[in-house]
Every structure is written in structure tokens, then in C-alpha cells.
């Protein structure tokens, strides 16, 4: 009989999800998945105001096929000296259900991010009080600072003084890939969080170079050693609720990626779920697979659980090698690799 695994729906707490004719190619691939999903801001223009990320949701419903039940939740992209006001009134409206820092040229469309984090004290102080988390991309913007070391520079020179002045605040270190991210996370208060990528859970800074140069493996924050990846595993498999999902899957265009200065992210949601089940069975943990999926996220947001459930099945799923989209192609994770789950519905 074909072993099957049924899990609550889960959500993903952290995609970008672009606009336009990438929008439309991308929306279904996260949405017969995840019944809910963080959208991150950072559009051209990025959406700052509750009135952009209204009409972006507006976008993103009407991208979704018709049948498919999905619900965006929408972030605000933090500037300098952003209104306080602005967040409350759109949190309190239920359109922001997030605001994300972006520190200023971290990562793609980061141009208008937070240039010193002192510049938007006013607003993490109304979070703090009206319970919004932070969304944090987690990287020092120094170049003087080793890539492979800004994440962990970042909770040093950052992190811990942010955590410190706002001790209440709801924060999500998002998409952490290293060990000194979990150790942090671990044993900081049970109001700080963090989400983990498929792609970090499955490959280290190796597979950038494996035999020549992997555009397709290169994403923000980069991969690092193997023994953060190990980390990470450790900390997504072992039921701690505060390491929940949220995939990051960051759609560029293949010609953007295989490019003299190529796009940084991996576009990993089409098997994602089948991704990260490969992680848990692999490290026996496919028992644990329903809280990190489905459970810790809502809760950590204070949303209710999804009522429904998914089947996975193991049989051998081929991945392809490229799926076409907005007038071009995109290569997604796991590209040409045969994944031993597969999502049913
Ligand atoms: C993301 C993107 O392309 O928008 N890229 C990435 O490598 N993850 C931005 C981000 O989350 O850093
Ligand atoms: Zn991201």
C-alpha cells in the first residue's frame, strides 16, 4: 500500500510572491499549497502604505485560480521614519498582519530599507504595544563584514539591542541560516521566532560551487557551512515551536539568475512541501513535520489553526527543469532531482 502522511494545511510565513505577469505565474504554486501565506513588500515601489498592500492583496486574490482558497497576509516594508500611525491604523483595519525590516541594501529591492534601526523606534514602540511582529531580514549591510558572517554580526551589533530596548516586541528572524540564528532564537523569550527554508535545510555554501557556478543555489541570506545547515535541521525537526516554516521562495526570471551579476533567491515553491517532508523523513521526524508546517506559525501569530488537511504520498516525484512563466522560465529547487514525496491535495 502507498504510505501516506495527512497534515493539517499548512502556511507559509514568509514569500515573495512579485506582481504582474509574475504574480500571475507564481500565485497557484503557493496556494494549492499553503491556505495562508506572509507576503513580503518588497515590490517596486515597495508597499509601505495599509492602501498599497490592500490593492497588492486585491492582486494576489485575483492571481489565484478560482477554487483554490488562499488567503495573503500582508507586511508593511519599514522605512526611515515611517509613521507610526500608518501600522496601527493598518493593523487595526486587518491589512497589515506584519511589518519587515529590511536593513537598506541587504537584499533584492532593499534600496529603500532601514538605513539604522533607531529610525523606526516610533514604530517598533506601537508594535510592541499593539502585539504586530517584526519581520526581520537579519543581515549586517557592511561590506567590510565577511558574507558568510553578516548574519551572524547582525544579532551582535543589531539583534540584541533591538531585543533589549523592546523586550515584549514579536519579532520573526526570518529565513536564519546559521547556528549562532538558532542558539539566539532558542534561548531568547518565547516572543522571538524564526522561519527556515527548505533550501537551507537541504544544501550548505557547497553546492554554489559544485563543479563550476550555481546561480540557481544562490539566494540572501547566502547558504553557509555544513554545520549550520545541521543546525538548522536539528532545530526545525525538533518540535520547538518557535521554528516554523516560511520558504522564502524568491522567483527571478532564469536570464536574471545566469546573469553577470545574477538575482539572489531560489524559487522553491512549487515542491515545497515535498522539500521539507524529505528534510523530516530523513531525519526521522516526519511525526514532527504538523508543527512546524501547520501548528507554531498560527500560533505564534495568534491565528486560528487551518480547519482542513493535505495528503502526501511517497512516490517518486520528478521535479522539472524549468517551468515557463511571465514570458520567460524559472528553475526551481530541486530542478531535474526525483523527490520521494508527493503532494496529492
Ligand atoms: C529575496 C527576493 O528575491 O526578493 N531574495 C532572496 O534571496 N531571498 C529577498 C530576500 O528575502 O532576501
Ligand atoms: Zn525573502
Redesign the pocket.
Known sequence: MTERLRLRRPDDW?V?LRDGPMLAAVADATARQFARAIV?P?LKPPVTTAAAAAAYRERIRAAVSPGIAFEPLMTCYLVDGINPDELVRGHGEGIFTAAKLYPAH?????AHGVTDVRQIYPALDAMQRIGMPLLI?GEVTDHNVDIFDREAVFIERTLKTMVADFPALKIVF??ITTKDAVDFVRDASPNIAATITPHHLAINRNAMFDGGMRPHF????VAKRELHRLALRAAATSGNPKFFLGT?S?P?AVETKEADCG????YNAPFAIESYARTFAEEGALDRLEGFASEFGPRFYGLPLNPDFITLERAPTPVPGRISAAGSELVPFHAGEVLDWRFVA
Open positions: 514568509h515573495h513580503m518588497n541587504a537584499t533584492t529591492n532593499s531580514h526570518e529565513h544562490y539566494c540572501l541570506p522564502d524568491a527571478h538575482c539572489a533567491g531560489i
